[in-house]
């Protein structure tokens, strides 16, 4: 495809061209779909490639307009009571009053032989 950022108004503007190579992209699609974009095709001077081409930069193009200075929404904060007993440590608590990464060192430390990793609680349960 000689213009990667063909758009639809393009194609409607320009005469037929020949035939170009393509690299086959293997999706599956709803057979709706392709007949709507065989009409196209027929309709306008195009080849089904670059109407895909097209449909798939508009909606591109569109989707990074929608989501310029999008962040992902912020964790809310865990509750203390919630939180890992490791002092200093923020994360949620999943066994034994530990957040997964403490719990983790001190089960893979006990597995080894290895004395627990220095975990230390705030109340001083385990």
Not at 10 to 16: A, D, H
Not at 51 to 70: D, R, S, Y
Not at 84 to 92: L, M, Q
Not at 96 to 111: D, E, F, I, N, V
């Amino acid at each position: 495809m000689r213009d990667p950022d063909l758009r639809l108004d393009e194609l409607l503007q320009r005469g037929r061209r020949r035939t170009e190579n393509l690299k086959l992209l293997n999706v599956k699609v709803p057979s709706s779909m392709l007949d709507r974009i065989d009409r196209l095709a027929t309709l306008l001077p195009a080849t089904k490639g670059e109407i895909v081409v097209a449909l798939l930069n508009e909606g591109l193009l569109t989707a990074e307009k929608e989501l310029q200075g999008w962040r992902p929404p912020t964790k809310p904060p865990v509750p203390k009571e919630r939180r890992c007993t490791v002092k200093g440590c923020e994360r949620e608590r999943v066994a034994k009053g530990l957040c997964a990464t403490h719990y983790q060192a001190q089960r893979r430390a006990l597995m080894a032989g290895k004395p627990a990793p220095i975990l230390v609680p705030e109340n001083g349960t385990q």
